[in-house]
């Protein structure tokens, strides 16, 4: 759990600290040093190989989102986590579009939440998930450029006690343009930062359709040492006299931690100790990690498993039929009399859907680095959320937030398993605690990550419609039975027995999930079906799920209406243009309507999270059980585009993630714990079972929407229907070996 | 134990049983290669044995003997190899964190075949990306081949090499 930071006034001081990472070529290795300053030489392989440096203390800046130095670098601060999604590269593109700059000189560095904090929060949420990075930052980060470019441009204007109109600006180069005199910005900079900044209200911006430098597909800024070996990940991080530790929770959620037999591995080499971090999670500290996790697994624990044990995923599923069939006050939209629309119709539709619960595995297991030292502590974390990563050390140790500090690492990957859940955060802690003034790296084994995971909730869906004589639809009735995010990590946001959550993509209004469809009679209902799995956001979060039972039951409807799947579903979404503008743009570029290969069928959808606008078009062949995707063709509708490389492999990405989740093992739970303990049990997609990808990007230019996560829920719906269409029979349970169908 | 990773022997202290992943990563200090499954599932622990790639995390160190590691570190001083310039050139990795792996696997391939069909690439690469990156991989693998030229490749992802900034 997090806490909210934006009240706290704890703070006496900055706690600002300088903070150096040095990733060395040809060492290979990593030095890391605090408090100390860095010369020219180190600076320089900072900006080279570690985009993700902290911010220093002390550096000139001219406003809080960018510094810049005597020799013309560009420092652009990014305060939203970098996971790989490329919001790095695109915030400091909007940045330097709307500063002018070079982008030849720019480079980044991160403040982090301690500074942050001393500084009333100046450059907003730090959090990155809900494909939010760029979206709900790019007004106020976009503004702080502008002001910073006035701020430079003012500072010329009065060194060369000229009106400030008669300049220009150019890639950082400002020209007094009756007399031709030039100056560059790392020459004005430190003027620049004395002048009071104008008010970001009265900046106006550049319209987007002009962008020179966001907009376009730019090479990211930080892969060079994602070749070489040199990128330093939280996993990688070597401090001196640092110790290493290994984490194992009760293996049934729930459970407690009884006792332990530390006698039997402290004289294992390299132990230093075992440590007790809570009532149901043991740590064995030792000199390196592999020794810490191997006397780990050596270590005897009595585990008192608890009620869970008694749980299987038979038991959980069948609670959750169950919840199908329960009648209660479960509603959440109801428009005119859906039931008995459907029931007085000229023919009825119904289908069961089932979609199970998925692990992250972020390639980088569960990791942090926490020193404690006197009242102040530090932590090296791959996290997606650097306040919440804060408040959880604070909360763990007891320590005032203000004596915290977090230093952000790039993450290989975070999915949503590292934003609101800060266990691992919490966990170092604990175990740094034990051990004053060392560095303390803890990383869970891929074992332990993926069965303490917080999975995506498992679901079930019953669709009910009804079809006049014509075909037409007169109502649609869409219940969902399953787990709840919310229930795991924010009660407090399920109002009166109802989680919106549950139902994303089918909400009434924008804008960040609207369903596309308008029925003439709706009714949708959440059974809430809890278990004593812990389940959280991952990639797409509902929208995977919902979207799966409103596209696959549209084509169910339209076949039973014996109409044209996309004719089917154009009829019921005038009323929502954007939907249909990226439903047409899909159909047009996947050749919708038009002859196929021999042996070919197509399959569509579309569906909407994260405030974007997704379709797709899916190609299929089936031989025997074998799935062979044969074309895949998207269309999004995100707003802007800031950059489309950037974008088309966040789509490419999304691909590969909602492919594995239809069709490969799914994670299951026997007597109380999971049974998948790794990858030969729970594979993940491999580049032999991958498609290409075609993008077809149709900004509008009217609203910001996501890019990370939207289309990963029409990719399981697009190719379910295309399968469907080879098959002459409905796809409904998920994953699809279950329907004796495997990607070839 | 004597250990010659990169050209440079090693003399370690370690258990024989320690997997060579954390001989590399821990004794030695070179942690390009990454820890994904501990067990020869992802791939993101290759590198080379006597040329031949390997998963290293299943390995003991004392299966290893005189035999030549070569780490990611030393696929290039700087980033030259041509697996390196068209992952950098198409920006391959998002993430990052199995990339080492990918590089290693992809340059493995191209020494035992230069210009690898896609049933090669599919045969070969078996290392597992997260971030979903394996189009590019397949992109990649084919420029560094000299298959397809750079320009091509970009030009199907609506970008040349003059407008990537």
Known sequence: MTKNTENTNMLASASRRDFIIKGSLAGGGLMLGLGALPDLALAQSNSKYDQNTPMRAGDPEVNAWVSIKPDDTVVIRIARSEMGQGTRTGLA????????????????????????????????????????????????????????????????????????????????????????????????????????????????????????????????????????????????????????????????????????????????????????INDSTVAVVADTWWRANTALNALPIVWDEGAGANTSSSDINKALRDGLDEQGDFWQRKEGDAVGAIASSNKKVEAIYFTPYRAHVNMEPMNATVKITGDRVEAWVPTQNGEGSHAALSEATGIP?????????????????RGSTQDFVSYAAKVAQKYPGVPVKVIWSREEDMTHDYYHPIAMAKMTAGLDAAGNLTGMHIKVAGQSINATLAPMAIKDGKDERQLQGFYEKGPDAQLGYQFPTLLTEYVMKNSHVPVGPWRGVNTNQNGIFMECFMDECAKAANKDP???????????????????????????????????????????????????????????????????????????????????????????MALGAIFNPEITVENGRIKQQNLDSYPLLKLSSTPRVEVVLVPTYDFWGGVGEPTICVVGPAVANAISAAIGRPVRNFPLYKENLSLA | ??????????????????????????????????????????????????????????????????????????????????????????????????????????????????????????????NVCRCGTYQKVRDGIHVASGQKKLEDVLAQYDASTKTRG
């Not at chain 1, 007399?179 to 930062?193: F, H, I, P, Q």
């Not at chain 1, 570029?589 to 899916?618: C, D, E, L």
């Not at chain 2, 992802?42 to 030549?68: F, L």
């Not at chain 2, 493995?108 to 210009?115: D, G, T, V």
């Open chain 1, 93 to 276: 593109q909007m940045v330097a579009e709307e500063l002018e700059c070079n982008w030849k000189k720019v480079t980044t560095e991160s403040p982090t939440p301690g500074q942050s904090l001393a500084r009333k929060r100046a450059w907003g949420e730090h959090g990155t998930g809900g494909s939010r990075g760029i979206r709900i930052s790019e007004d106020y980060v976009r503004r702080g450029a502008a002001a910073a470019r006035i701020m430079l441009v003012q500072a010329a204007a009065d060194t060369w006690n000229v009106p400030v109109n008669e300049l220009k600006v150019d890639k950082g180069v400002i020209t007094h343009v009756p007399t031709g005199r030039k100056t560059t910005y790392g020459k004005v900079a430190e003027r620049a930062s004395t002048l009071t900044p104008p008010d970001p209200k009265s900046i106006t911006l550049k319209d987007p359709r002009t962008w020179k430098v966001a907009g376009q597909p730019y090479a990211r800024i930080d892969t060079a040492n994602k070749v070489n070996g040199t990128k330093v990940f939280g996993l990688d991080l070597q401090l001196p006299g640092m110790l290493c530790a290994s984490v194992k929770s009760c293996p049934v959620f729930g459970g407690k931690l009884l006792s332990y037999d530390e006698a039997k591995v402290k004289n294992l080499r390299g132990v230093k100790g075992v440590v007790r």
């Open chain 2, 1 to 126: 134990m004597q250990l010659t990773i990169n050209g440079e022997v090693h003399n370690i202290d370690v258990e024989p049983n320690m997997p060579l992943l954390w001989a590399i990563r821990e004794v030695v200090g070179l942690t390009g290669t990454k820890y994904g499954c501990g067990v020869a599932q992802c791939g993101a622990c290759t590198v080379y044995m006597n040329g031949e790639p390997v998963r290293s995390c299943s390995i003991p160190v004392s299966a290893v003997g005189g035999m030549k590691i070569t780490t990611v570190e030393a696929l290039s001083k700087d980033n030259s190899h041509p697996v390196q310039k068209a992952w950098i050139a198409l920006d391959v990795p998002q993430c990052g964190y199995c990339q080492s792996g990918q590089v290693m696997a992809a340059a493995a391939l191209l020494k035992r075949i230069p210009k690898p069909s896609d049933a090669d690439i599919d045969n070969a690469m078996t």
């Open chain 1, 566 to 656: 996309l004719q089917f579903r154009q009829v019921l979404m005038q009323n929502h243009p954007k939907h249909l503008g990226v439903l047409n743009a899909a159909a047009k570029t996947g050749n919708w309507g038009k002859p196929t290969a021999p042996g070919v069928h197509r399959g569509i959808a579309q569906f909407m999270g994260y405030a974007s606008y997704s379709a797709a078009v899916a190609e299929v062949s089936v031989k025997g059980n074998i799935v062979t995707i044969e074309r895949l063709v998207f269309a999004l509708n995100c707003g802007h585009v800031v950059n489309p490389y950037l974008t088309r492999e966040q789509i490419e990405g999304s691909v590969v």
């Open chain 1, 401 to 417: 937030l203000d004596k915290c500090e977090v230093y952000k690492l790039d993450s290989g990957t975070g999915l949503g398993r």
